[in-house]
């Protein structure tokens, strides 16, 4: 069965300041992983994807994020964080579909404090 | 972008009582609707599947005849928690899935209902 584990419940980080979550997962295939950020109140909200292909994944609001098998890690950067990237974030792996979204097995998810 | 209404986003109900919890999707055609739920500091957990014009499929450990699935049109998927007791409290978040060649790779998500059984 697939899992998500993200390691960090809480990190804070200076606004401005470079931000790295941790993604790991365990899937028997190539694995369809996803980020998503959740604001108050809100609905999850897609920043990017992995399929195949280039490892190193560009999404929205300036994230990215780097599939490393060996590693079995999808861990989502951005270099310089701004005050509105205060939200959950959530590592997610599919299975099934077209795209792998058929069955999604999210983390824990991450809470991101930003401070000025 | 696509928009994926839930409503309610918050409720308290007494225990045995009935909530019915809807997911609409506002500016497209869902034939597959998804719904998790999530308890305090732990992961979104899939309960069930719901495809438009057939049953639901539920995952392992979730009761069927606890959690209703409705999915009767291609933009509304509701949710209906029978005889609820304190147990079922929690975070219930929709998603939906577009038509084939209409975002089909994306899953647009509900702002969630949070449930609270007295």
């Known amino acids: 069965a697939q899992s998500v584990t993200q390691p960090d419940i809480h990190i804070t980080v200076s606004e401005g300041a470079s931000l790295e979550l941790r993604c790991n997962y365990s899937y028997g295939a190539t694995p369809y992983l996803f980020w998503y950020v959740q604001s108050p109140g809100q609905g999850l909200q897609l920043l990017l994807k992995y399929f195949s292909g280039d490892t190193l994944v560009q999404g929205i609001k300036g994230f990215e994020a780097e599939f490393k098998r060996s590693q079995s890690s999808f861990n989502l950067r951005k270099p310089s964080v701004h005050w509105s990237d205060a939200a959950e974030y959530f590592c997610?792996?599919?299975?099934?579909?077209?795209?792998?979204?058929?069955?999604?097995?999210f983390g824990t998810g991450t809470r991101l404090t930003i401070i000025p | 972008g696509a928009v994926v209404s839930q409503h309610p986003s918050w409720v308290i109900c007494k225990s045995g009582t009935s909530v019915k919890i809807e997911c609409r999707s506002l500016?497209?055609?869902?034939?597959?609707m998804f719904w998790y739920r999530q308890f305090p500091k732990q992961s979104l957990m899939l309960m069930a599947t719901s495809n438009e014009g057939s049953k639901a499929t539920y995952e392992q450990g979730v009761e069927k005849d606890k959690f209703l699935i409705n999915h009767a049109s291609l933009t509304l998927s509701t949710l209906t928690v029978t005889s609820a007791h304190p147990e079922d409290s929690s975070f219930y978040i929709c998603s939906a899935r577009g038509l084939p060649g209409q975002d089909n790779e994306k899953l647009f998500f509900g702002s969630g209902t949070q449930l609270s059984v007295l």
């Open positions: 997610a792996v599919g299975a099934g579909g077209n795209f792998g979204n058929e069955k999604l097995t």
């Open positions: 500016d497209f055609q869902a034939t597959t």
